[in-house]
């Protein structure tokens, strides 16, 4: 292989220098010993001197090629970086919501678990309400055939028969008003459980006649939201919200380390609740609807008759 084909780091311009310094010393007579080395000397300082500039030159040109490669590099890691955080910022956000999510499942589950309760205890009062009237239907049953064996004693007497039967007939007609009575009752004060309400007061003096019965514990209450929570008796209500033209409001009952909330509740409603240990409701009744505020009264079983009640089913 010739010198130049053999490839070097040289430039053209001093490569050609090169080879005419070579052709010199082949086409001039035979040197002396003293300037031949010269001569040797010099043109081994024109190449170290010649490779040193090629190598300078490769070097600078590796650098640069070097710290491009460490830019491209660091911005590669810097757009992974920011990646990361964004994963993670993703992340610390699903976590979050996983833990509403959870706490949103444990209070429905809750509610639900009070709501079943009290409408077991509800089918259960219904049920008793159902055995009371079937004995009283039999009871009355018993005493018209109770009438029927008097009619037959008495059947010579047409006269003392015919007042007997005028009598049954007014007891009759009596018992059927009364029960025609308690049946319009029971409708008109059936409470939002399905169960049958306590008589309720739509005024003051309607209430001084509750009151007077003694049969139950009756509480008046001036409810505002502005005042948050208000202690009634040994409950405390808390107005949610109010509907003055439709005449409804939105109420929380806190009982027994528990909050119930009644929603879209009308007035005169009996809003109905069991507090521990109570067989009978808790009757919330409003009188009257404001824009944030309502007025009515507690009616709750007596603390006394209760706990004897309880004690003797139990």
Known sequence: MS?????SPIPDSDRQSLME???????????SPDKTYKMAVIALAVVMVLGMGGLFLYSK??????DAMHQSLEASLNRHGESLQQVAERLDQT??????????????????GMTQSELQRARQIAADLGR????????????????????????????????????VKGEVRTTKAELDATRSELQRVIGDMGVQSDLIARNA??????????????VEFDLRKANKRQRVGNMQLELKKTDEKRQKYTINLIADDRTIEKKDKTVFEPVQFYRVGDRQATEIVI?????DRIVGYVSAPKRAQSTATATSAS
């Open 132 to 167: 009371q009237q079937k004995e009283s239907a039999e009871q009355l049953a018993g005493r018209l055939g109770e009438l029927q064996q008097e009619h037959s004693a008495t059947k010579g007497n047409l006269g003392a028969l015919s007042t007997d039967v005028t009598g």
């Open 95 to 112: 976590d979050m919501r996983h833990a509403e999510l959870a706490g949103e499942y444990t209070v429905t589950k809750e509610r639900l």
């Open 3 to 7: 010198d130049t084909d053999t490839p």
């Open 287 to 291: 009188q009257q609807i404001f824009k």
């Open 21 to 31: 310094t070579r052709a010199a010393f082949r086409d001039s007579d035979t040197p």
């Open 205 to 218: 003096s309607e209430l001084v006649d509750l009151r007077a019965r003694g049969d139950r514990d009756y």
């Open 61 to 66: 040109n590796l650098n640069g090629r070097l």
